[in-house]
């Protein structure tokens, strides 16, 4: 199992609730029974035996990726995917080792 974490903003508009649970029941799918901790707004750190791609191609499926976003990384390794409508280039100077899902 790796641990991953989460952030992310779910646009305000259209079907936004149907996204934000969709996105969660995504993850709670991905941790398979593992340990989760959703407590914080739009930060999730879970559990999961999936490979990073396959979380974001879950994640990605499940967003808008044309107005919404996510990253997803894992605290242990420097790994982290950004997901959907990143602008701000600014993140991957920031985060080298990030890239686009």
Known sequence: MAT???TFRIADQGNY???YDAL???V???AEGGKWWTESTSFYVFESPLKAQEVAEKIESVINPQ???ALLGMPG??????IGAVEDEDLFT????AKRA
């Open 77 to 82: 390794f420097k790994v982290a995917k950004a």
């Open 94 to 97: 920031l985060i080298p080792f």
């Open 4 to 6: 991953y974490w989460l």
């Open 28 to 30: 709670f799918e991905a």
């Open 67 to 69: 107005t919404d976003l």
């Open 17 to 19: 609730s149907e996204r």
């Open 24 to 26: 969660h029941h995504a």
